[in-house]
């Protein structure tokens, strides 16, 4: 039986969230099950509208096949309304984003009248250079303010953002920037990163070449020279200072979209989940201030980065709808050393903290000096997000980052699902390391067995949600039948979230890890048919399979099987074609751990890659492989264990 760590008795006090024991959870969770509509209506209305919403939820999963699920139809806004511009008139001094750079100390504070007045040049400059209101724009950025102030800048002109982590290669920019139909590319010269730059704007050109894009507007970071198109490539200290400060936000309904973000699946290419402003930013404020239990004059960091759905929602708009000070950070957990975050801390007094496992367990590897030689008074919620967060690291973080004094909270949530889903609520929810706990008011998980029933009472399953709520995705940009066919595919009126989990005794949650095709190494989210896509696509490859396991630091690696064509064999150079392949295709952060030359992959006999024997094989756990004997050919198992590689 795992343990239970109660609320530290300093965080409850003087809150004013509604809910800060699990009692006012029970009777919060009630109240949504009985009255979803008048529960979320009245978290609406802490937004700023135009015209107000009166209806609730339009549509449900059961008939999802015909068409999106609708929050606040009737209600009109612009989420500038609630963002930016109501604190530019009450706050108007104080600190909105808070910048840290790469280099320790290099720090830039905007003020909410400042992010205003930048956000209208930005959203002038862009409606200059053509875009128009539903138009797409691609930002691919590094973390750098004018990341968030280019996103907001277009959902103020009523147009949609689509953040592309800076990570992804030329080759991933295009398709997202074809599937979307973008218009206009923002990005910068190049990034900083861990000391060291990386290229952005060459990066947009090769993707560009043969789209038709008429506009990049380019950031100058670094100052390194950059290849540039006139006519196409305008600057940002050009187009942007010289802009008004006088922009009109766009009146938009509740259901007009925000933003595409693309995310892996099991199959296929990426898929673009679109999100929509009103029942989004409910959702991203509510659960923000919820769960991290935020006050009017909290430091929030939130240290993921904008490319990803933790950027949009924890960094961007659930921070700004709240008027918190959000900190923007441009490093990484380990430049120039592992106590970089809590240097951060101290500096710029965070109170509350939001950061992955994979982070954790990279500087608690390092000694705790790193971080106690940091003053972290100032902190009282501890966030982590993106995986399974192991007993040990949920332990470091509590007992040494925290001093047994902050509340630990393990979110788990989707890009899909737009914000925090199954989490404790920090002043509320007593933990236990490694579980997510209780779903948040409003989400009702369903756990199904193999023969799709109900597990009830304690147990493990697939996990799926049966009730819409209003910041999940709409729809897939563009394909609603794949998003029906993805999400929806099994029993009818449930949410299809891929992941595993477990329900304890007291009814709480631990997330077991996806249980379909999708790896998460390090929090970034990766299909298996991506990397199987890019290594075949090697002349000396004739097929592969890939598969993730189980890594001490990065929660998933990524094993490769690799079948190579008659005349090749191993090699460090094949090696070398394979992470290469990866990176043009893909992007630098899809690295194989480990591959293995088979001579053949296991396939039933007709023809379908047993993915589960290699998974075992992967995961070091080969005394049950399961039944075999429906192998077209048996013996290509025993070949793959003689030269398995953990
Ligand atoms: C997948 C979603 C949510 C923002 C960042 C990732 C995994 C996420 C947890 C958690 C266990 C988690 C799941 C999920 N995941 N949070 N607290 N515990 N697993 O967003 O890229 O859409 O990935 O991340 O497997 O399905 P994403």
Redesign the pocket.
């Known amino acids: 039986m795992s343990e239970i760590v109660p609320v530290p008795p300093s965080i409850g006090a003087g809150s004013p969230n509604p809910i800060v024991d699990l009692g006012a959870w029970r009777d919060h969770y009630q109240r949504v099950a009985n009255d979803p509509d008048a529960y979320w209506l009245a978290e609406a209305a802490r937004l700023v509208w135009r015209t107000p919403p009166t209806r609730g939820l339009d549509g449900s999963f059961y008939e999802i096949a015909d068409g999106p699920i609708a929050w606040f139809a009737d209600g009109v806004h612009n989420v500038h309304d609630s963002c930016v511009d109501r604190h530019a008139v009450a706050t108007p001094d104080r600190a909105a984003i808070v910048w840290e750079g790469d280099e320790p100390g290099t720090t830039r504070t905007l003020t909410w009248a400042q992010l205003k007045d930048e956000v209208c040049r930005c959203a002038n400059a862009l409606e200059a250079l053509g875009l128009q209101r539903g138009e797409r724009a691609i930002v691919y950025m590094g973390m750098v303010p004018e990341a968030a102030i280019a996103m907001l800048a277009i959902a103020r002109i009523g147009a949609v953002h689509s953040v592309v982590f800076g990570g992804f290669s030329a080759e991933s920019l295009r398709d997202r920037v074809r599937d979307s139909g973008a218009r206009l590319v923002v990005t910068q010269d190049e990034g900083r990163r861990g000391g060291r730059t990386f290229a952005l704007k060459s990066v947009v050109d090769e993707a560009l070449v043969g789209a038709h894009v008429p506009a990049v507007l380019v950031l100058r970071r670094t100052g390194a020279e950059v290849p540039w198109s006139p006519g196409r490539d305008v600057w940002w200290h050009d187009a942007v200072a010289s802009a008004s400060s006088a922009h009109e936000a766009a009146a938009m309904p509740a259901e007009s979209p925000l933003f595409i973000l693309y995310?892996s699946g099991s199959t296929g290419k990426p898929k673009g989940l679109l999100h929509t402003t009103g029942g989004y930013l409910t959702w991203a404020s509510w659960t923000h201030r919820t769960v991290f239990d935020v006050r009017p004059d909290d430091v929030w960091a939130c240290v993921a980065d904008v490319g990803?759905?933790?950027g949009h929602s924890y960094i961007v708009y659930g921070p700004l709808a709240n008027g918190v000070t959000t900190l923007m950070f441009e490093s990484t957990p380990l430049y120039p050393d592992a106590g970089r975050y809590w240097d951060v801390v101290a500096r710029h007094k965070v109170t509350a903290f939001y950061t992955a496992p994979t982070a954790i367990r990279a500087i608690a590897a390092c000694s705790a000096d790193f971080v106690t030689k940091y003053d972290r008074s100032t902190l009282r919620v501890l966030g982590?997000?993106?995986?399974?967060?192991n007993a040990d690291a949920w332990r470091w973080y509590h007992d040494v980052v925290g001093a047994g004094r902050c509340a630990v909270v393990?979110?788990?949530?989707?890009?899909?699902t737009g914000g925090i889903c199954i989490a404790p609520i920090a002043p509320a929810t007593p933990t236990k390391p490694g579980a997510?706990t209780l779903p948040l008011p409003g989400i009702t998980p369903i756990l199904l067995d193999n023969q799709d029933r109900p597990v009830r009472g304690p147990g493990n399953g697939r996990l799926f949600l049966t009730t819409p709520w209003p910041g999940m995705a709409r729809t897939i940009w563009g394909d609603h039948p794949r998003f029906v066919a993805t999400y929806f595919p099994g029993p009818p009126g449930m949410y299809l979230?891929?992941?595993g989990a477990r329900r304890d005794a007291d009814g709480y949650y631990w997330?077991t890890?996806?249980v379909d095709d999708v790896i998460?190494v390090s929090?970034h989210?990766m299909g298996t048919a991506e990397f199987e896509g890019a290594i075949a696509s090697l002349d000396e490859v004739a097929e592969c399979a890939v598969v993730g396991y189980p890594h001490a630091l990065k929660g998933q690696g990524v094993y490769a099987y690799v079948v190579l064509q008659a005349g090749f064999s191993a090699s460090a150079e094949v090696e070398a074609h394979i992470q290469a392949a990866c990176r043009t295709l893909i992007g630098a952060h899809a690295r194989v751990d480990l591959i293995q030359v088979v001579p053949g992959l296991p396939k039933t006999r007709s023809g379908k890659v047993m993915r589960r024997i290699l998974r075992k094989i992967a995961e070091g756990d080969t005394s049950n492989l399961g039944d075999t004997s429906t192998l077209n050919d048996p013996t290509v198992v025993d070949a793959i264990l003689r030269g398995a590689k953990v």
Do not use: K, L, S
């Not at 982590?384 to 967060?389: K, Q, R, Y």
């Not at 393990?410 to 899909?416: A, G, L, N, P, Y």
């Open positions: 995310t990803w759905v933790t982590t997000v993106g995986e399974p967060i393990d979110t788990w949530w989707q890009t899909e997510a979230t891929g992941d997330i890890g996806r998460n929090g989210r």
